[in-house]
């Protein structure tokens, strides 16, 4: 990962920071598992894989710092966890702008879908209203391919 180490030093020092160890690590972990949405404790553990000395502590202070310069997202999912992912400041270049959540109600499980479907709406927004919409969080609530199926199964067996 050496050209993402030097993008996220770009980024870090672009943003007035010092560049760490701890910080390039927690965004190389989050960038590492674009569909996973951590908790500060598993960012922890992924963390300390690499970097055995690394406390707790200086994960939680690391990533709301990331935070608050938007290099790292803070969800809330519903599930009673913060979560964090990479933000639009610390993403690949290529990367798109928008993805959403779809959060299964059954299993707890997190989809994340490409497309900024809101383009038109946001259009008409500013027309309207004068209002200039620079970012929007869609989170859709269902249920999972596989948890549908079993709801209907579960449907169909008590009609019989």
Avoid: W
């Avoid at 910080?23 to 553990?45: C, F, G, M, Q, V």
């Avoid at 990533?63 to 997202?73: H, K, P, R, S, T």
């Avoid at 299964?104 to 383009?119: A, K, M, R």
């Avoid at 948890?147 to 067996?157: T, V």
Wanted: with cysteine; hydrophobic share 30%.
């Amino acid at each position: 990962m050496p050209d993402n180490q030097e993008r996220f030093k770009n980024v870090l020092k672009q943003n007035g920071l010092k560049v760490t160890t701890q910080r390039i690590s927690i965004l190389e972990a989050l960038e590492s598992r674009p569909d996973k949405h951590l908790t500060a404790e598993e960012i922890y553990e992924c963390v300390k894989e690499n970097s055995p000395d690394i406390g707790l502590a200086t994960v939680y202070r690391t990533i709301q710092l990331l935070a608050e310069l938007n290099l790292i997202d803070k969800l809330n999912l519903g599930d009673g966890y913060v979560r964090y992912e990479i933000g639009h400041s610390g993403a690949n270049e290529d990367s798109t702008h928008h993805h959403h959540h779809l959060i299964c109600l059954n299993c707890g499980s997190v989809l994340t879908f490409q497309g900024d479907l809101l383009e038109a709406l946001e259009e008409r927004i500013q027309n309207a209203l004068e209002f200039e919409v620079v970012d929007h969080e869609v989170k859709l609530f269902g249920y999972c391919k596989e948890c549908r199926e079993a709801r209907i199964e579960k449907h169909n067996n008590t009609n019989c």
